[in-house]
């Protein structure tokens, strides 16, 4: 059958309505619910939105990773810029100097605006589309505060430090400002991962890799700057019969993060509060897990969390950090480099840069943990299975 | 610092980013088209796969509606074959910047001979 004798076979006004305009509909209310579910996510409630995000990942994915995408090709064209400069590609060399020499070729230039540029149609298609569906998002939102299992703490009118008040990967509003970031995160983030997360595959295999003590039961697990709960969820279904918690400086996150778990079934708890203040008793938990928290914080405020971890873990109690850093040592490649300035300076990676010279053993050690440089193996993309030897610390007995 | 003047729910202020000002390739306008080309494709692959849900519905149930378009849950195949489709189709579209631009000639440069 073809196209021509298709389209007879239906009224021109049916197609008509059918074919409404494209841009309509990353600013049309619509039923949250409309489209359904897709495993345990929930799919946006448009078509073309979610249309558009594939297509904004795909191109995201030849940029990042494809064998002839945007980056292999300006990581090659990297090396011929340092070579005109008289330096070898694994040169160790300041990052002023790296710009100095990389933000003139149009290569390196292309792809990383490229990339950036995906990065922020993908926050505008999902925050349209949210925006327009404020009152039903807002409502349900409201409707789950009191909704078990699990429970929620929001603390609205606590302190909410300037480090954490940044537009973090260029989220419009961030992870504070906007009552629905959880929402918008949630979706946006599934950018990041390149289609491989959709049913919160990575924080499954954080949950998995996290090494509980060798002494003792895991009676109570705590998630630090949680989000929207992926992996506060994942811990629980690891480890069904633990308290479970997850905390997070942002209200609008541990919202949506409650609301998404309550519908999930999962009992879970969320407070609102900060990593290096979470309003624990001393040695309350057996195990605390975080996920890309520390590249977002301050050096000086990571260890401040250091502390806090020790501080309520109980004795033999294990944390597990997956970052940038704990399964793999900073770059030192200037290409590398030059990609960790852009992301710091245009993608609000406003600590991602210092973090590459923090020093996360050291402060484990200061707080009065354990070090194991290769643990259970940890992958920021993909599954663990897949990952390098993961650290993880042991609260001292 | 960006404030919302009356929460609605649990938002706090923050601190806006400048990132909507970045220029990154030699002119703001420049940078503007290059965010407009990977827009327009996303705006076209939405109305590709639109039409391909209404070709299909149109062939399995012989009518359409907005519901139904918007609600249709493709099968494994399909979303296999459409994701094939949309590699395919970014590769082709941007391939081009892929070039190596070492080599590029200037505007003013004598013809090859």
Redesign the interface.
């Known amino acids: 059958m073809d196209r021509r004798t298709l389209f007879n076979l239906t009224g021109a006004a049916a197609l008509a309505s059918a074919m409404r305009p494209l841009a309509a509909a990353a600013t049309e209310t619509l039923p949250l619910d409309l489209r359904g579910n897709d495993g345990q996510l929930r799919r946006l409630p448009s078509l073309d939105v979610a249309s558009n995000q594939e297509f904004l990942t795909e191109v995201r994915t030849w940029v990042q990773s494809a064998p002839e995408g945007l980056m292999r090709v300006a990581r090659a064209r990297a090396r011929e810029v340092l070579e005109e400069n008289g330096f070898g590609p694994r040169e160790t060399l300041p990052v002023p100097q790296i710009i100095a020499m990389m933000e003139a070729d149009p290569t390196l230039m292309a792809s990383a605006r490229a990339w950036l540029a995906t990065q922020q149609l993908t926050w505008q298609g999902v925050k349209q589309l949210f925006d327009a569906n404020q009152e039903a998002c807002l409502d349900e939102l409201r409707a789950a505060e009191k909704r078990g299992p699990g429970s929620l703490e929001l603390n609205t009118g606590m302190h909410i430090p300037d480090y954490a008040k940044h537009e973090i990967h260029i989220q419009p509003g961030g992870y504070v400002g906007d009552p629905l970031a959880g929402y918008i995160y949630h979706y946006g983030t599934n950018n990041f991962f390149m289609g491989h997360n959709n049913q919160d595959e990575v924080q499954a295999a954080v949950a998995a890799g996290a090494p509980p003590p060798t002494q003792g039961k895991v009676r109570r697990i705590l998630e630090i700057a949680c989000s929207c709960g992926q992996t506060t969820v994942a811990l629980k279904r690891r480890y069904p019969d633990a308290e479970v918690w997850g905390i997070d400086v942002s209200g609008p996150m541990v919202h949506y993060a409650h609301m998404r778990a309550s519908e999930m079934g999962a009992n879970v708890n969320f407070r609102q509060a900060l990593a290096e203040a979470t309003g624990f008793p001393d040695g309350y938990f057996d195990m605390v897990v975080s996920f890309l928290v520390l590249h977002e914080v301050p050096n000086t405020i990571n260890a401040e969390i250091m502390k806090e971890v020790s501080r309520v873990l109980r004795n033999g109690g294990t944390y597990y950090p997956v970052d940038f850093f704990t399964s793999a040592a900073p770059p030192k490649e200037a290409y590398r480099r030059f990609h960790r300035w852009w992301d710091h300076r245009w993608n609000g990676e406003v600590w991602a840069l210092e973090h590459m010279d923090y020093d996360l053993p050291t402060d484990l050690e200061r707080a009065g943990m354990a070090v194991t440089k290769k643990g259970p193996p940890a992958s920021l993309m993909r599954t663990g299975a897949r990952g390098r030897p993961n650290l993880f610390a042991t609260k001292r007995v | ?2 404030t ?1 003047n009356k ?11 400048d ?2 000002n ?1 220029v ?2 030699g002119h703001p306008m420049i ?1 503007s088209l ?2 407009i080309v ?2 327009l ?3 076209m ?3 590709q ?2 039409v391909k ?3 299909q519905l ?2 399995t149930e ?6 139904m ?5 493709p099968s494994e195949e399909q979303q296999a074959e459409w ?1 094939n489709e ?2 395919a ?3 082709r579209v ?2 081009v ?2 070039r ?3 080599t ?1 000639a200037p505007f003013t440069s004598p013809v090859p001979r």
């Open positions: 610092m960006a919302n929460p609605l729910g649990a938002e706090s202020d923050y601190i806006k980013g990132s909507d970045m990154m390739l940078d290059m965010q990977i827009a494709g996303a705006e692959w939405s109305g796969k639109r849900i209404i070709e149109l062939a012989g009518k359409v509606t907005p519901q378009i918007e609600q249709y849950v994701a949309r590699k189709m970014v590769e941007y391939s910047m892929s190596n631009t070492a590029a």
